[in-house]
């Protein structure tokens, strides 16, 4: 794993460094790769998802530049049942939606998160929802072990040196850790579809914070 001090190569944001210090320490991966958003990058990452058996590449006559990924049957993007609104308020989170008490959830998740990427990458993906020059627009850091959610990250939003850019060395970013909560222990042999039972998906909208196992 790369050390903290070692972040400052890729940005001289502070609160950027420290937050990715932070889960790196929790979450124990074997290295950390900051996401530059590039071409190159994208097409590298999707040899690596078909090279797993995460991605099949589809027909390039037929379908160019397109890959058939097969999820495991329990795990889907989100789940109404266990998507939570973390506030201090139960009435704050909205008559709709299902309310966890902040402090509790975090230290639920932290419990789940501890170690829970060894033997991945983990990768540092900044982003922005909505057009890079819009003053609607949203910025994020998301830490995921996922290269299948850094590509689909990519397709969604302007990501990489970009967003980074327009963050600059502000702390107006919403920070994300996404886990597929499976650890590569040593022996530990990957799937596909790597994921776990346990799931989580939830928002901290008093600290601008998004966690997700």
């Not at 190159?40 to 995460?54: I, K």
């Not at 329990?74 to 609104?85: G, H, L, Y």
């Not at 973390?86 to 998740?109: H, R, V």
């Not at 995921?144 to 689909?152: E, M």
Request: proline fraction near 7%; charge should be negative.
């Amino acid at each position: 794993m790369e050390h903290p001090a070692d972040f400052a190569r890729f940005t001289g944001n502070k609160h950027i460094q420290k937050f990715v210090a932070k889960y790196a320490k929790l979450c124990t991966p074997k290295e950390v790769v900051f996401c530059d958003g590039s071409e190159e990058e994208y097409r590298w990452l999707c040899q690596q998802l078909v090279d797993c058996g995460t991605f099949i590449k589809l027909s390039d006559a037929k379908r160019p530049d397109s890959f058939l990924a097969r999820s495991d049957p329990s795990d889907v993007a989100r789940v109404e049942s266990r998507t939570f609104i973390c506030t201090t308020y139960e009435e704050d989170s909205g008559p709709t939606n299902n309310w966890a008490d902040p402090d509790e959830m975090m230290e639920t998740l932290h419990g789940l998160l501890s170690g829970a990427m060894e033997g991945r990458t983990c990768y540092v993906v900044p982003f922005c929802m909505g057009p890079i020059d819009s003053p609607l627009a949203k910025c994020g850091i998301q830490l995921t072990d996922s290269a299948y959610v850094v590509v689909n990250t990519r397709i969604m939003t302007r990501m990489g040196k970009i967003a980074l850019d327009k963050i600059g060395r502000s702390k107006d970013f919403v920070p994300c850790v996404h886990s597929v909560g499976m650890p590569l222990k040593s022996g530990a042999r990957d799937v596909p579809w790597p994921c776990n039972a346990t799931k989580y998906i939830s928002h901290f909208p008093e600290i601008s914070m998004v966690i997700s196992f």
